[in-house]
């Protein structure tokens, strides 16, 4: 999979679907050359690369008027000689230089992938699932060595890289910038696809095309964040989502972020992601080393649904971790939305009993059930149950629940603190700030300054108490406001800008601990929703609460855009009632379900409330999941018709399994048009040979041998799915059928 000309010193990753090659340049540094669809390997690629005089640059060597690093394609440039684009790397050194010329010094090739220390990362579980290269770059004047680590995998159209730096000097050196990937694109004509948003909407699909300049999108908030992603793509302008040249660019990585594109005089597009540089500073001491956080790149030559399933099989299977990342995911029922805080043991066990009996395995306690907290004003951080709701305790609740036959899940928010809790009164200095200045709060919340060890060890601690004394299955860490006033008392003044990674680093070594601890358990990350729905936390958390927003129309969008990059088994999706509480909408409990399917499925309202019509049809939602909850799971999902296109009236996708037998197929339509036209939708992934049986989700429920359709695939994928009739004004039928909001959904069997 690694090639080598160790006399020219090129570099040539493949695999089945991609080659990535570079080479040592003439004064050391690492030059690019290729990324994107298989190439033969030959010994020499050196046509790719040129040189030649320019006006108005510099150039590295007197009396050569042709080798300047402004000219050449890159792979981690340095900032200080001939470049004047923006580096990788930053370092500023005691004497006030902030030139780096880091000189290849070595390879070495290794089986497998190595682990990254601290931070969550890819893995393989077999040697012979991919190879990785490791580049080794030394800077004379620093006594600095720098390492590239490229992996390429055998099953994925994916290459990682990642980056470290250590110190062999006697000086201290300041990282200002260290990215964790750099790649030069010969020419910018690309799109830049990337999901932005914000609570509420979180990753809608936006596209621009690329422009001379800096491009980019970043958080400052201490996570990855709801405005943007810590992703993006670029695309060739005739892309689709099924056609086409993709690069995707991911970051596992839950903090402060910078995902840019620089595209310069000569249309050359630099693409880069890593820490944030803004408000970034790490100082490595003698003999010390700082490690970049990975890097995931996907190249696909079949659109964007090409590159979203090399994601989606790499992060299901080579990024979750545990038992829980093969496991069938609980149908759950989360009590937020159903009371808010205001519940007692008698309210809960009167919903847990009606969840059961509709076929509901996992009851999920939400916000409200420690300290004082009857509203959003306290107790954060005082992690003893409130007796006076709950009087027999978590234990005593957590078994009464099991009693009914479900499991017991339990909602935390690990990282803060109310100024009215006891952990305040004892410990305000663990609060992230600065001295002499105001704190800022958010959700009348403080956040704890998880770069100080003890502080780590505190929530350890009093979580790991409660989870080992009370029977509990699933675990919501939830993380509620953005980070203002950064600062730790605890650090000295030059270390200060190290305190979001510091703070991150802390999170990720207390849900190491957690999830080594209690490995039965499954956790669901979530951020107000999704604010850190990001790579970094698939590798604790294989679940993550998608969005606060349950409106089944919203979700259309949010769902979409995150199927972009992340699977259906990391995207947390519930049923809730109407009124919609974030968004006042009246949808039909049909629709709300089939947007609910395609995700880590549950309910969020008072089931107890529901009339004996709802309950016998959501009892047949639950039953229909479990049918097909591995399919979901597991399957291959394509997104067929877009919300960000056109009117966004239409949506559609589907999910197919990878052996091609069974399909489920999602259409769904904002407003009802009159006298529409007759439509079809070309479905994906399917076997062009085989027979299938086509159901509409009603008819399968009640009998699934009741078959009125038979199609080949190929007929379902080149002529369509008939979409049937919509109302027309000759046909009232109901308003779930054909109404505002409706939505279709079909089963499709072999045979
Ligand atoms: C924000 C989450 O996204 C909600 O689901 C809920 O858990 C609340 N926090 C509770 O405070």
């Given at each position: 999979m690694i090639h080598v000309n160790a006399s020219s010193l090129q570099f040539h990753l493949q695999n089945d679907s991609l080659s990535y090659i570079f080479h040592v340049l003439k004064n050391g540094h690492i030059g690019h050359l290729y990324f994107g669809k298989r190439l033969h390997h030959v010994e020499d690629f050196s046509s790719f690369y040129q040189e030649d005089e320019r006006g108005a640059t510099a150039y590295v060597y007197e009396g050569n008027n042709q080798f300047s690093l402004d000219l050449v394609q890159q792979e981690y440039p340095v900032y200080g000689t001939t470049d004047f684009r923006y580096p990788a790397l930053h370092i500023e050194q005691e004497d006030g230089s902030r030139i780096s010329d880091f000189k290849y010094q070595s390879y070495r090739i290794m089986k497998g992938k190595p682990a990254l220390q601290g931070l969550p990362a890819t893995y393989v579980e077999d040697e012979q699932e991919a190879e990785t290269l490791e580049i080794t770059l030394y800077d004379e004047v620093t006594n600095a060595q720098l390492r590239l680590l490229y992996t390429v995998f055998t099953d994925y159209g994916v290459i990682t890289r990642s980056a470290s730096i250590s110190n062999h000097g006697n000086k201290p050196l300041n990282i200002n910038h260290m990215l964790s990937c750099s790649l030069d694109f010969f020419d910018a004509n690309y799109e830049m696809v990337q999901l932005s948003g914000s609570w509420s909407r979180e990753r809608h699909v936006k596209c621009r095309a690329l422009q001379s300049g800096v491009q980019s999108i970043s958080s400052t908030r201490g996570t990855s964040s709801s405005q943007h992603n810590p992703f993006f793509a670029l695309k060739r302008p005739e892309t689709t989502e099924d056609t086409g040249d993709v690069y995707g660019f991911n970051l596992v990585y839950s903090g402060n972020f910078l995902a840019q594109v620089e595209v310069d005089h000569y249309d050359v597009a630099r693409a880069s992601i890593g820490i944030n540089p803004f408000d970034f500073s790490w100082t490595l001491e003698e003999g010390e080393s700082f490690q970049a956080p990975e890097a995931v790149l996907v190249y696909s030559?079949?659109?964007?649904?090409?590159?979203?399933?090399?994601?989606?099989?790499?992060?299901?299977?080579?990024?979750?971790?545990?038992?829980?990342?093969?496991?069938?995911?609980?149908?759950?029922?989360?009590?937020?939305?159903?009371?808010?805080?205001?519940?007692?043991?008698?309210?809960?066990?009167?919903?847990?009993?009606?969840?059961?009996?509709?076929?509901?395995?996992?009851?999920?306690?939400?916000?409200?059930?420690?300290?004082?907290?009857?509203?959003?004003?306290?107790?954060?951080g005082d992690w003893f149950e409130n007796k006076n709701k709950l009087p027999n305790g978590l234990k005593g609740l957590s078994e009464k629940i099991n009693q009914l036959g479900m499991q017991f899940g339990l909602w935390f928010e690990p990282e803060m603190v109310s100024k009215v809790s006891e952990l305040y009164e004892t410990h305000p200095e663990w609060v992230i700030q600065v001295a002499n200045r105001a704190c800022s709060h958010g959700r009348n919340q403080y956040v704890l300054d998880f770069s100080r060890p003890e502080v780590v060890n505190y929530i350890d601690e009093k979580m790991a108490h409660i989870l080992q004394d009370c029977s509990i299955h699933y675990v919501k860490w939830d993380m509620n406001r953005y980070m203002t006033e950064i600062g730790s008392l605890a650090l000295p003044a030059h270390r200060q800008k190290e305190v979001p990674?510091?703070?991150?680093?802390?999170?990720?070594?207390?849900?190491?601990?957690?999830?080594?601890?209690?490995?039965?358990?499954?956790?669901?990350?979530?951020?107000?929703?999704?604010?850190?729905?990001?790579?970094?936390?698939?590798?604790?958390?294989?679940?993550t609460w998608t969005s606060d927003d349950t409106d089944a129309v919203e979700r259309l969008k949010i769902q979409y855009g995150t199927s972009m990059v992340y699977p259906l088994s990391s995207l947390g999706a519930h049923v809730s009632e109407v009124p919609n509480h974030q968004v006042m909408r009246v949808t039909p409990l049909s629709t709300r379900a089939n947007v609910a399917f395609f995700g880590t499925f549950g309910y969020e309202l008072d089931v107890s409330k529901m009339n004996e019509q709802e309950k016998q049809q959501v009892k047949a939602q639950i039953a229909f999941y479990k049918q097909c909850r591995s399919l979901i799971h597991d399957g291959v999902f394509?997104?067929?018709?877009?919300?960000?296109?056109?009117?966004?009236?239409?949506?559609?996708?589907?999910?197919?399994?990878?052996?091609?037998?069974?399909?489920?197929?999602?259409?769904?339509?904002?407003?009802?048009?009159?006298?529409?036209?007759?439509?079809?939708?070309?479905?994906?992934?399917?076997?062009?040979?085989?027979?299938?049986?086509?159901?509409?989700?009603?008819?399968?429920?009640?009998?699934?041998?009741?078959?009125?359709?038979?199609h080949y695939g190929d007929e379902l994928m080149y002529a369509g799915l008939n979409l049937g009739i919509s109302f027309s004004g000759t046909n009232p039928g109901l308003v779930e059928d054909s109404g505002d909001f409706c939505s279709k959904l079909w089963v499709l069997q072999k045979g």
């Open positions: 030559d079949q659109g964007l649904n090409g590159m979203s399933q090399q994601y989606h099989g790499l992060y299901r299977h080579r990024l979750a971790r545990g038992m829980w990342r093969n496991k069938p995911r609980p149908i759950l029922i989360n009590n937020w939305e159903a009371t808010y805080f205001d519940f007692n043991e008698d309210k809960i066990l009167h919903i847990a009993t009606e969840a059961k009996a509709l076929g509901i395995e996992l009851f999920v306690l939400d916000d409200g059930w420690f300290g004082q907290r009857n509203d959003d004003k306290t107790s954060l990674h510091r703070y991150i680093l802390g999170v990720y070594e207390l849900y190491e601990r957690l999830t080594t601890r209690f490995p039965h358990i499954l956790f669901e990350s979530c951020a107000s929703g999704g604010a850190r729905y990001d790579p970094g936390m698939l590798y604790y958390a294989p679940q394509y997104r067929l018709r877009s919300p960000f296109e056109g009117d966004g009236n239409e949506t559609a996708w589907m999910v197919v399994l990878p052996d091609q037998s069974m399909a489920l197929v999602g259409h769904y339509q904002v407003l009802a048009k009159p006298n529409d036209g007759f439509k079809r939708l070309c479905l994906r992934g399917l076997d062009k040979d085989q027979r299938y049986s086509v159901q509409q989700l009603d008819s399968y429920l009640k009998n699934k041998s009741n078959v009125e359709h038979h």
